[in-house]
């Protein structure tokens, strides 16, 4: 009370508004992923407004986004031309069906997405988010098959690891047992191949040999099931969400010819690692590597809108072609379908792209990263370091000689993100993977500053650790 009476009117009056916003939202809400009893006891955040890099609170606070909004963030927040393009398409159209009619803002983006992805995608198929966009790829791949006169052809195979989003398809071709183990009875078959986990792998930490094996592992499950195997499902590079899995380099390449050699489709999943998230506009530039399938979301609209897409091959395209009668038409939709405004927000973002020579840019931004995370390690509780371009994962362990991870109770990863928010930075950990993705545009002063809060932060949980 004595610390109200001491404020301004003009703050009282905030002060109050945002106790009421809290209330409510504790009173009428439900967050995604979220223990809602936590939640009642937290002093929860609610942001207000955003720009450039920076988030603010309804109090004023401002943090720097470490993590692009959950990932989709590319040019930074209130960006004019992104801002002025929804603003344009507003006075034209917000909405209208794409299912029998059309409109410039989705042909224009469709054309300038076949532009620059890999290339043997040629169509695209628009939906509304992540797992919506691998749904559809899912039931693609299992019609295409149907087309080609292969029924028998209508298991995924995945990688143990990896996350696709949370309806029940892309949990079925998902592997983190956390979140999706109460739904297994709901879930489809699949045949798992184990992640290349470097740090985690049995025997040994040799990129080489864990290369060598996993992608072993990897024929021995196609070779025997391609009979009836519709495709392989993974996110190319690094898998994202099971804690920023990286690749061994070649691994994608191996994984291409593996697929055809065993005559399978090869569904790459970059709705994380599209849009220059990796270092180049898709993960399978790196390796010049062009999928049958590829899903796209997150960072397409440069984190403004809600936008998917699926990609596909002509070959695939062409299978659906037929009479009428025949019903080979791809029976899938969703209400707000390739959206104008998101399309516009789309269209603009890759303007940007050009324009700002964001991926050029990214690339001292990316080495200076990998320099400075190298000090991380001085910390004791840390354990391994990975990164592919702007995406970077650090692995927390009680300890760094036996590698034995945190238990889920000790919510190591959510004590140092609490730590890093009051330092002025917001983050959102995988279990005990501290992650950064910060939006592309993110300038080597505030990466560094970003680093620093990480560090001090993930530093004082390990001091605290060992004095208890
Ligand atoms: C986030 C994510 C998804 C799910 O996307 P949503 O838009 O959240 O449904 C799918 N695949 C990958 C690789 C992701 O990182």
């Known amino acids: 009370m004595e610390l109200l009476i001491k404020k301004g009117k003009g703050e009282r009056r905030q002060s109050r508004v945002s106790s009421t916003l809290k209330d409510k939202d504790k009173r009428f809400l439900w967050h995604p992923f979220t223990q809602m009893r936590d939640w009642q006891e937290e002093d929860i955040l609610v942001i207000e407004r955003a720009q450039g890099v920076y988030l603010e609170d309804i109090q004023g606070r401002r943090y720097l986004d470490g993590v692009s909004s959950l990932w989709c963030n590319i040019h930074g927040h209130q960006v004019p031309e992104i801002d002025r393009a929804i603003e344009d398409q507003l006075k034209k159209v917000a909405h209208s069906t794409f299912l029998g009619l059309s409109h410039a803002p989705a042909v224009e983006l469709a054309e300038k997405l076949i532009e620059i992805s890999p290339k043997r995608l040629t169509r695209v198929f628009y939906s509304d988010s992540g797992s919506e966009a691998v749904e559809i790829a899912l039931k693609m791949a299992f019609q295409y098959w149907r087309h080609r006169e292969r029924p028998e052809k209508k298991k995924f195979a995945k990688l143990t690891l ?13 592997g983190m047992d956390l979140f999706h183990e109460i739904f297994s009875s709901l879930l489809f078959e699949t045949y798992a191949i184990p992640s290349p986990y470097r740090y985690r792998w049995p025997g040994t930490r040799d990129t080489e040999k864990v290369k060598e094996e996993s992608l072993a592992a990897m024929e021995e499950v196609l070779a025997r099931h391609h009979k009836e195997l519709a495709a392989l499902v993974m996110e190319p590079l ?22 055809k050699k065993y005559n399978l489709l090869l ?27 590829l899903t796209a979301a997150k960072g397409l609209t440069g984190g403004y809108l809600p936008l998917a897409v699926t990609l596909t091959s002509e070959e695939i395209y062409e299978a659906f072609l037929g009479n009428y009668g025949e019903k080979k038409t791809f029976f899938h939709g969703h209400t707000y379908t390739a959206n104008p405004l998101a399309c516009r927000a789309a269209l603009a973002s890759l303007e940007l792209f050009k324009k700002k020579r964001v991926l050029e840019r990214l690339r001292p931004k990316i080495a200076f990263l990998r ?46 993100i609490q730590k890093a928010r009051a330092k002025g930075a917001i983050l959102r950990p995988l279990g005990s993977v501290i992650v950064l993705m ?11 500053r970003l680093l620093e809060i990480t560090y001090q932060s993930i530093k004082e949980v390990s001091e605290e650790i060992k004095r208890c």
């Open 162 to 174: 990896g996350y696709h989003g949370d309806t029940l398809g892309s949990v079925s071709v998902g």
């Open 238 to 259: 690094i898998q994202g969400a099971a804690g920023m899995i990286d690749q061994p380099t070649g691994y994608i390449s191996r994984a291409r010819e593996l697929t």
């Open 267 to 293: 569904i790459f999943d970059e709705v994380a690692t599209g849009f220059g998230r990796t270092g180049t506009m898709f993960a399978s530039d790196q390796e010049k590597v062009s999928p049958d399938i």
């Open 371 to 416: 320099s400075r995370l190298e000090d991380f390690y001085q910390i004791p509780i840390v354990g391994d370091i990975r990164q592919v371009g702007f995406m970077i994962g650090i692995e927390l362990v009680r300890s760094r000689e036996t590698q034995e991870p945190f238990d889920w109770n000790d919510k190591i990863g959510i004590r140092v």
């Open 438 to 448: 910060p939006p592309l545009v993110m300038l080597e002063r505030e990466l560094s």
